[in-house]
């Protein structure tokens, strides 16, 4: 197994990486190593996985930390049964609605429809009516201001038990934001890239009001795009008014019948969609799980299309560079050795990871220190890093020239207003340098930093979170039902705004709480953060940890982030 | 001093109840028959216990005396 041994012991034991230091044979056939895989099949799922480079041969260039700690079996018991005793009471309330004896607030079958298949019995249904709306508080909170590092918020109340809310009038002012995905602190509504922005709305107007292939092709467009490819180093991009867009319509232009797409569990829903509307065969593979993608890949292979076995038209792998509730980055030098070893194409969507992760802000290309070039799809939005709104994808010409007359969303929706295009010609000329500041460099390198910390921080106070200690999504375990809605509330007591999640985002027990590390967060918010969520956990008892690390003041605040640092 | 921190304490602890039970969100009238139910269980399993448990123990002990065989005096106090 020339090529998969050298990835296997990526996946595990660092001790059968030196026994093969031979380079990976690119594009090798497929053998039969079932053998070799079983057997080390075992050591991949280690709890808490470390990879480190070997001198040769090693895909990894920096150490892949990732951990997704096991839920206690004593939390996972009680979790269950915070769930069967709501369960119960939600039978009880719909019982009582049935009979009148309550009042409905919610949707429901009218009268005459009465006898007809029931429309609101399923699970979902009775969860948002039974658990979800005691809890509705936490979610859907209107804000005031821009998203920053401090955040405005609509003070909300409600009097009948989330039903209803009324809005008092006043706002709460300066909430910490540990929500939004601002994680180089571009939205803004002072400074270069909001001027810029201002500038140049007044001279193209905001609105646009024709398609990119009629009237709406603006010459800062063609600016985006050349700078978007130069960016990403590809050959030439594209860009489209919408992140969500640009997946679920350029998918099904580039993919239809007769094709698989071997898809990632936990890949967002504009993935999903986009796979869907294509009409390709969709396989699901393991969350970030490489034995799982190359058993597809072998079995698309080798067994072809069903019942005609003639082979897939194509393959294409869709993964994400830093899954957003996990708070995982794709082991994307493993993906691009089975893409080359197995002939596939690959599709990349950086929403997160874009401007996040790397040296130089470019994503996790960069950040694994990869070439451009063997990702056969980029795709990546706006709407994070860069704090606009918008997607692109970038690739090889040809490619693009045929997204250009296939692409849906380039053909019938309304191309990017000129304002947002400024705000990200701005925020990426900073990122990359080019207006003469080094004020991107510092914001990609204040995010590194503000992540580990963070992350450290959070571990060592004894949270449980999950995922890539790179990754400035920082997901926290919270587990219990009446958790989500608890810590939601007593963070915003204590002027911290959080995303908490739960179904059907998440499994049913994994519930969690969801922060956001921006570089616009200076140390002491972040401190001020750190010691408001170890109240909050000791009030509600959230330390569930049981590998304790030990605070330790030697290792310093700078240490984990990147080594080129000057200027 | 002591009584408050008693107080705080036992607020605590009932905040935890409400926490793991999930009760905590619940509505008020919710939570008051969630507690009666489960202080009317245990109410009734404790005093099941007090009544049925001695004459348990009573009658295993003359039982296991009887396999034992030996009628020793100990055990005929017992009876009596
Ligand atoms: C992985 C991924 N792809 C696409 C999108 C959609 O992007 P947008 O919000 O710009 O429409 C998101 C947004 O959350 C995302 O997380």
């Known amino acids: ?140 909170r209107p804000i005031c201001s821009v998203p920053g590092a401090k955040v405005d918020l609509v003070e909300r109340i409600s009097h009948d038990y989330n039903w209803t809310f009324e809005y008092t009038g006043r706002v709460v002012k300066d909430i910490i934001n540990m929500g939004s995905y601002n994680y180089l602190g571009f939205a803004e509504n002072t400074g270069m890239c909001a001027e810029a922005a201002a500038t140049v709305t007044q001279e193209y107007g905001v609105g646009v009001g024709s398609t990119r292939q009629e009237m709406g092709n603006l010459d800062r467009h063609k600016d985006l795009e050349e700078l978007v490819a130069r960016f990403l180093g590809v050959e030439s991009a594209m860009v489209f008014g919408m992140g969500f867009a640009t ?65 897939w038209k194509k393959i294409l792998i869709v993964v994400e560079g830093i899954y957003s509730m996990e708070g995982s980055v794709v082991r994307l030098p493993e993906v691009v050795a089975l893409k080359k070893k197995y002939k596939a194409y690959l599709y990349l969507d950086e929403a997160h990871s874009i401007g996040a992760l790397g040296p130089h802000g470019r994503g996790v290309v960069d950040y694994f220190g990869l070439d451009p070039h063997d990702i056969d799809i980029m795709m990546g939005t706006f709407t994070k890093s860069f704090g606009a709104a918008g997607g692109y994808i970038g690739g090889r010409k040809e490619l693009m020239d045929y997204l250009c007359t296939n692409s849906h969303s380039a053909v019938y929706a309304t191309s990017m207003s000129p304002p947002v295009v400024e705000q990200i010609i701005t925020s990426m000329k900073c990122i990359m340098g080019e207006d003469g500041t080094t004020i991107g460099r510092e914001r990609v390198q204040q995010l590194a930093e503000n992540t580990a910390y963070f992350r450290r921080r959070l571990q060592e106070l004894g949270f449980i979170t999950y995922g890539n200690s790179d990754s400035p999504v920082v997901p926290m375990m919270l587990y219990m039902p009446a958790k989500i809605g608890a810590f939601g509330r007593e963070m915003l007591k204590r002027n911290i705004g959080v995303v908490v999640v739960g179904f059907p985002a998440t499994p049913i027990i994994e519930s969690r709480a969801r922060f956001c590390i921006s570089a616009a967060h200076t140390k002491d918010m972040l401190d001020m953060t750190l010691e408001k969520i170890s109240e909050v956990g000791d009030l509600l008892q959230l330390k569930y940890s049981r590998h304790r690390t030990r605070p330790s003041a030697d290792r310093a605040f700078e240490e984990t982030t990147y080594e080129d640092s000057e200027d | 001093m002591d009584t408050k921190n008693m107080r705080e304490y036992l607020g605590w602890l009932y905040y935890q109840y409400l926490l793991i039970t999930g009760i905590y969100v619940l509505e008020p009238w919710e939570k008051s028959i969630f507690n009666t139910v489960l202080f009317t269980m245990v109410a009734m399993v404790i005093y099941t216990s007090y009544v049925f448990v001695p004459v348990h123990v009573r009658l295993a002990l003359e039982f296991f005396s009887g396999v034992c065989g030996g009628q020793h005096e100990s055990t005929m106090a017992l009876m009596n």
């Not at chain 1, 996972?76 to 309330?93: K, Q």
């Not at chain 1, 009218?110 to 298949?117: A, G, I, L, S, T």
């Not at chain 1, 094709?259 to 967002?268: K, M, P, R, T």
Request: hydrophobic share 35%; with cysteine.
């Open chain 1, 1 to 140: 197994m020339t090529e998969s041994s050298a990835n296997k012991p990526a996946n595990g034991e660092v001790c059968h990486r030196t026994t093969n230091g031979v380079k990976p044979c690119r594009n090798g056939f497929v053998k039969n190593h079932y053998h070799y895989q079983q057997q080390h099949q075992k050591s991949c799922y280690l709890e808490e996985k470390v990879h480190l480079r070997a001198s040769n041969g090693g895909l990894y260039s920096r150490p892949f930390l990732e951990s997704f700690e096991e839920t206690p079996m004593l939390v996972a018991v009680l979790t269950y049964m915070g769930y069967g005793i709501l369960t119960i009471f939600g039978y009880l309330r719909d019982f009582l609605r049935d009979w009148k004896i309550e009042k409905c607030h919610i949707a429901r079958e009218r009268e005459e429809q009465k006898d007809f298949v029931p429309l609101y019995q399923d699970f979902e249904n009775f969860y948002t009516r039974n658990l979800y709306m005691r809890i509705r508080d936490s979610w859907n």
């Open chain 1, 247 to 311: 997946n679920s319509m350029n998918i099904p232009a580039l993919i239809g019948k007769g094709s698989v797409i071997l898809s990632d569990e936990l890949n967002h829903a504009s993935l999903v969609l986009g796979a869907r509307l294509s009409g390709a065969t969709i396989r699901v593979f393991k969350h970030n799980n490489m034995q799982s993608l190359e058993k597809l890949l072998r079995d698309a292979i080798i067994h072809g299309q069903p019942r005609t076995h003639r082979p």
